[in-house]
């Protein structure tokens, strides 16, 4: 072998595909839309409130008349839809809010129809806002240790959301990870006459520590215990995972959630890959949204190109819709 002889070169040479601004852009295969995200907003009672929300920057509790304002921005925005969550004037053990046709979500639900009809409504359909005790359902005793009672919250939540239906929502979402929650609500929307209407389950929901700003912004750290008795270990397998979105599937979900998102890309990409055709949805939750806004005012990051690199990635691994909460930043980037 001579050591003076030229090394031989690349033939195939991927730098080709990078090289030019438009080379790159005529290959790309996952790209963000302002059609893709749902923004989550937090509505609270009274008049003219707008409560800035400190662990979760350029974000507020909004009262019910200063919602249309935000929801016509939305629009403008062409963003996908809204998902709403209410903070009551008043919480009881059984969050009876939640289930009052003139409670908050009920009243910014009829305003999302009388401003924007067009836009997606989506409610999150869970206890955990409206609780005295900030647990997702009724709690009862056993073996002196206080625990929900997941069978006496599932008719709890059938009524939750035909009460949300019947003030506008267009697509529910129970949230609280509870035993056959998707069967109770389908079954209470059927005999309701609302068939149409369909159901996104947050089907894999983990214990995580990336929630503590949404529940400043909701109020709702349980007032004892944790919600490690029905959302999923951070350190399961991903069969647990597909064991929860298919029995969620059976029960009638037309559309599945993992939640958090960024943690969990090998879940998104294994429930995609499994289950291939059901619309996927994953929640960059508070915790991600946080903690670029947090970097980005220590100069640390660049906040819009870390927010859309962890968009696409959640994209990437097989994601249709984005739950974000920087959904009017990127919307307005994707546009520009």
Same mark, same amino acid.
């Given at each position: ?16 595909? $990078?090289?030019?601004?438009?080379? &790159?852009?005529?290959? &790309? ?80 639900? $009829? ?74 609500? &389908?079954?209470?929307?059927? &005999? ?35 919600? $490690? ?13 597909? $064991? ?54 220590r100069g640390w990051v660049d906040a819009k190109a870390a ?30």
């Amino acid at each position: 072998m001579n050591p003076d002889a030229p090394l031989p070169l690349p033939t195939t040479r991927l730098r080709r595909l $990078r090289h030019l601004p438009s080379v &790159r852009a005529i290959v &790309r295969e996952v790209k963000l839309s302002a059609e893709k995200l749902i923004l989550p907003l937090f509505i609270c009672s009274g008049k003219d409130l707008c409560k800035p929300i400190e662990s979760m920057p350029g974000h507020s509790q909004l009262s019910v008349n200063l919602l249309a304002e935000e929801l016509k921005k939305v629009a403008d925005l062409g963003i996908g839809g809204v998902m709403l969550f209410g903070i009551p004037p008043a919480k009881d053990a059984r969050g009876s809010d939640s289930l009052s046709d003139d409670g908050v979500i009920q009243q910014a639900l $009829r305003i999302v129809k009388e401003s924007t009809p067009e836009l997606l409504a989506i409610t999150d359909v869970c206890f955990c806002e409206y609780t005295d005790h900030g647990h997702c359902g009724v709690l009862t005793e056993k073996g002196g240790q206080l625990d929900i009672d997941n069978d006496a919250t599932l008719e709890l939540l059938g009524r939750q959301a035909v009460s949300h239906v019947r003030a506008g929502s267009d697509l529910v979402a129970p949230s609280g990870m509870m035993d056959g929650m998707v069967g109770a609500i &389908r079954e209470s929307l059927d &005999r309701a006459d609302y068939q149409h209407i369909p159901i996104m389950s947050y089907a894999a929901k983990y214990a995580s520590s990336f929630y503590g700003p949404f529940r400043d912004a909701v109020e709702s750290a349980p007032e004892h215990g944790d919600r $490690r008795t029905h959302q999923m270990d951070p350190a399961s397998g991903v069969g647990q995972a597909l $064991r929860e979105v298919a029995l969620d599937l059976d029960e009638g979900a037309d559309m599945v959630m993992i939640k958090p998102a960024l943690a969990y890309l090998d879940i998104v990409s294994q429930v995609a890959q499994q289950f291939p055709g059901v619309p996927l949805a994953a929640y960059s939750v508070s915790g991600e949204y946080s903690m670029i806004h947090a970097a980005a005012e220590r100069g640390w990051v660049d906040a819009k190109a870390a927010t859309c690199e962890m968009l696409t990635a959640m994209h990437r691994a097989g994601a249709h819709l984005l739950v974000t909460y920087a959904a009017k930043e990127v919307a307005e980037w994707v546009s520009s």
